[in-house]
């Protein structure tokens, strides 16, 4: 028998939002945009245009949205991360089916109280951990279930967030402070944990962590750099982080597509003139790390690392699982999966994903939405969910608070000081 759509609202109509839509727009007989709040009255009009969101059915703020009685079986809550609390808690209360982008909150008290919520409320709340549905984390997760390296015993995994990605998001961009968004280790690596947490198949005991902001600081910048790369900086040539090279290139999709919703030459030059993605990385307010290290203990024994560094090359993900049998290798840029097993010959798996698939997070993005659309319809417990994701969030607060004191944390004893 054939399903009616999904109906849903967005709030906040920035990248993810559209992601999320892209989404939409692809699979109509799964789920349908009926209305959007975005602040930005570009943003808005851009995503009413190409979502065919009715005029009518947009909002300038997420309250005004929510204070309509119920529009939607579903929320897909896409706001700035210190947005997400009042919206979600909202929602929950008038019984919306919950998306929420990650990371849940730059509050762990927060991140309770909305996991608390919607399991008294009896809603769906999926965190966006998208990276549980790629083909490359399920091979290696498939793997480890089956007793591939036998009992593994260290899981080492290194996100790779490239020189260039540093620049944009966690420098220039809309994470580049704790107070305005939340620790890098939250922001960027509540992705990393929830895995390392899923890979392990078993709780945090405890962690220690070290790291710090060691570049992007005003000691380092070139001899007579200016505070706008536009203005003049006589090291345009030899900075790997001049922004003309990231954004004023024929490239308009991502990350170029952040920093105006103009993508004429003219627009993008004027933006990096006058707004934020124009700044001297040297010269910037940002506070948050260039590179971390968090060692964990997992309840069953398992010892993890997670290394989080701007000084990459690449963007990616690269894992070690290292087992009593074997090892398990993979890049998740190069779309690999390598197990080696002891005393035999490695076999090397493809995780390339092709097609309408392919676009966002490996395949994570398509995942995550269709699972999401199978919960709605009442398909039962997803891949990720708050309860799921709450322990990776917690993880990532223990391990920003072990990196400030230099002493480890127990997680339970962290929990229980909420």
Known sequence: MRMEPVTAVVLGAGARGRVYADYAK???????????????????????????????????D????????????????????????????????????????KPMSP?????AA????????????????????????????????????????VIEQTEHVCYWHQAHSFVRGNWRRKDESAPMILAKCCHDLDLLSWMAGAACRSLSSYGGLAHFTAEHAPAGAP???????????????????LYLTENTDWPTDTISVDMSLEARTEALRTGPYGRCVYRCDND???????????????????????????????????????MIEGDLEQCTVTLQPFGGEAQTFSAEVLGANAYGHGGGDVGL??????????????????????????????????????????????????
């Not at 609390?85 to 209360?93: D, L, N, T, V």
């Not at 505070?227 to 090279?245: F, I, N, Q, T, V």
């Not at 790390?289 to 993900?317: K, S, W, Y």
């Open 114 to 153: 909305m996991q608390r919520a919607a399991e008294e409320k009896g809603v769906v709340l999926a965190v966006c951990h998208v990276l549980r549905y790629t083909p490359f984390f399920s091979k290696i997760k498939q793997l480890i279930d089956g007793g591939a390296v036998g009992e593994v015993q």
């Open 62 to 101: 997420w309250a005004e949205l929510l204070a309509q009685p119920r529009l939607a079986d579903a929320a897909l809550i896409c706001t700035m991360d210190h947005l997400h609390y009042a919206p979600c808690m909202e929602a929950i209360r008038q019984g919306y089916q919950i998306l929420l982008e």
């Open 107 to 111: 509050s762990a008290a927060e991140c």
């Open 369 to 418: 939405m269709h699972d999401f659309v199978l919960q709605v319809r009442g398909g039962g417990e997803g891949r990720t969910s708050a309860k799921q994701s709450l322990e990776s969030h917690l993880m990532a607060f223990a391990a920003e608070q072990a990196r400030v004191s230099g002493a480890a944390v127990e997680l339970a004893a962290f929990e229980r000081s909420l």
């Open 26 to 60: 692809a699979h109509p007989e799964e789920i349908r945009i009926v209305a959007v709040a975005e602040p930005k009255a570009d943003r808005l009009a851009r995503f009413a245009r190409d979502y065919g969101v009715p005029e009518a059915a947009c909002y300038t």
């Open 227 to 245: 505070a706008r790369c536009l203005d003049g900086c006589p090291a345009s040539e030899s900075c790997p982080y001049y922004a003309p090279k």
């Open 288 to 326: 948050v790390v260039d590179h971390q290290v968090v060692a964990m203990e997992f309840e069953n024994g398992i010892a993890a690392t997670l290394t989080m560094t701007a000084f990459t090359p690449r963007l990616t993900r690269t894992v070690r699982v290292m087992g009593t049998k074997g």
